[in-house]
């Protein structure tokens, strides 16, 4: 289930200097998305409400990049499935299918099921997460249990802390981290990240690049005109 293969010289400058420099250099890495431009988008868009947690999330983002993995997972998985309600997209965005970007998805404080896979991924990823270890996971959900015959399309996002470790499953639709083996109701479909596509249980080298999926061009072309980097 949801299996994949990857692939000192002394310095005459100031120990005030010193401290400065390396401030500057940790704030320009933990916070690489342009929040100043973000900010600005975001009230442009959906008014000065959610400014609030546009910041909140931005302190997220501004943790350690030593953090362990796991407590990366956590921070950011609580955060959203926490702040942002479920929703279906015709209600949220009158459309059938909609890709929101992180921005649009806090801006609403809505979404459905891809738009907080695709918020945790890029927060996961601004984090220093490497993006090896994580796939945006299409499913097949068991509605009612391991044991129905009755599935819904869903989308979740899968970690790896190997290549072939059991993968976590980051769920809007349960608050704790569960490894694969105990979430017999999910079917893996395919899975996708920045690098490629990968069929459910491939293996080795992706089955394509990730711009065949028209929706996730558009999203990330959304996102970059919105000041994500």
């Known amino acids: 289930m949801f299996k994949y293969n990857s692939h000192r010289q002394k310095s005459k400058r100031p120990v005030g200097h010193l401290l400065i420099l390396s401030l500057l250099i940790v704030v320009h890495y933990a916070f690489g998305f ?28 501004s943790d350690p990049k030593t953090q362990s993995d796991p407590d990366k997972l956590k921070s950011v998985n609580d955060f959203f499935n926490r702040r942002i309600n479920f929703s279906d997209d015709t209600v949220v965005w009158g459309k059938t299918d909609y890709w929101a970007t992180p921005l649009e998805t806090i801006g609403k404080n809505a979404g459905d099921c891809e ?94 690049s990730v711009d065949r999926l028209s929706k996730w061009k558009e999203l990330v072309s959304r996102m970059q005109a919105e000041g994500f980097e």
């Open 115 to 208: 738009d907080f896979v695709i918020a945790k991924y890029f927060s996961l990823k601004d984090m220093g997460m490497p993006i090896q270890k994580l796939r945006l996971t299409y499913v097949k959900a068991k509605i009612g249990g391991p044991n129905s015959n009755i599935t819904q399309a869903h989308m979740v996002l899968a970690y790896y802390a190997t290549p072939d470790a059991e993968p976590l499953v980051l769920d809007n639709l349960i608050s704790d981290i569960r490894p694969a083996s105990r979430r017999p109701d999910l079917i893996p479909v395919f899975s996708f990240n920045s690098d490629g596509i990968w069929a459910a249980g491939a293996t080795g080298a992706s089955s394509g």
């Open 34 to 61: 342009d929040f100043d431009r973000l900010q600005k988008t975001l009230i442009s868009k959906f008014g000065s409400s959610s400014v609030k947690m546009l910041q909140e999330w931005k302190v997220l983002l």
